[in-house]
């Protein structure tokens, strides 16, 4: 297989989560751009047309679906609706996440609640899904989930969001052991600090506060563009990474969190 082909996705179908902006926004772009018909679903329904929209206005087939990654009916809706409308589901990136921050001592049970909720169960949630859909249809495909860095070490704040995407790496390990003989490979990327609305901050003097330490450790000398972990799930989603399942890529410019 060429290099080229192993990433070419033409005829293949993918359905990306949290797809209105950032994160999710590049990943459907860039699949998109590989030939794959990609299905943009987010909470934000105005912001995963928006991506579908440009998606199409770039060459590409896209479609847009209103997506609560908390329940799992929808969830459930949006795959069967992205398999009937293209025939066959290929990849899911599973990108929907939120962020919450507050001290080991303060977090409440509302606050873990809801983290868990999209974070992890959102998750499982795609993942139970999608497999169903691609055991069902019979042609394999790639599953990949939204780690972090956090997964990697303790950080202030971080409670919550860390114990979330540390089971999003066991969900995504163990499902891999368990659909591999489908044909089926499920990876987790674990980005560093990606500029995006989630690590935004409110001025110009914060965001360089909060990416100096980041920028510092980092052998390469900076942090990450949403293109940068669009490239990562590619990667696993096609067949240049078809060995590769249970595994965890970290697009982090060298460094998980400097603390
Ligand atoms: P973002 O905040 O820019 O985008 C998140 C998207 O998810 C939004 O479009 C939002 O509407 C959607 N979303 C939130 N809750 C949802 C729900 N219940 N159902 C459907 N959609 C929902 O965030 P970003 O930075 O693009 O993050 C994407 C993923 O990458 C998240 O899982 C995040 O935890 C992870 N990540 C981000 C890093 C960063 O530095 N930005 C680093 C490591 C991981």
């Not at 069902?136 to 070490?153: E, F, P, W, Y």
Request: glycine share 10%.
């Amino acid at each position: 297989m060429s290099p080229v082909t192993a990433y070419d996705l033409t005829g293949r179908t993918a359905l990306v989560t949290g797809a209105a902006r950032g994160i999710g926004r590049a990943t459907a772009a860039l699949l998109a751009a590989a030939g794959a018909a990609v299905h943009c679903a987010d909470l934000d329904e105005a912001g995963a047309e928006t991506t579908a929209e440009a998606l199409t206005a770039a060459g590409g087939t896209a479609f847009a679906h209103p997506l609560d990654v908390t329940r799992r009916d929808q969830v459930a809706a949006v795959v069967e609706t992205a398999r009937r409308t293209s025939g066959r589901l290929d990849v899911m990136a599973n990108i929907a996440g939120i962020m919450h921050s507050s001290s080991v001592l303060e977090t409440e049970d509302a606050d873990l609640e809801r983290v868990w909720n999209t974070n992890f169960k959102g998750v499982l949630y795609g993942c139970q899904e999608v497999a169903r859909a691609m055991i069902a249809t019979g042609n394999g495909g790639s599953i990949v989930t939204m780690a972090s860095g956090a997964i990697d070490t303790g950080a202030p704040g971080l409670l919550c969001y860390g114990v979330t995407k540390a089971a999003v790496v066991q969900l995504t390990r163990t499902l891999a052991t368990e659909v591999g003989r489908h044909g089926i490979r499920v990876n987790a990327v674990a980005p560093g600090w990606i500029r995006t609305a989630m690590t935004e901050r409110h001025s110009a003097e914060a965001q360089q506060q909060a990416e100096r330490p980041m920028i510092r450790m980092s052998p390469l000398g900076r942090v990450g563009e949403p293109e940068d972990v669009a490239h990562a799930v590619l990667h696993l989603a096609s067949d240049a990474s078809s060995f590769t399942t249970g595994q965890i890529l970290r697009p982090n410019g060298g460094v998980a969190m400097p603390w």
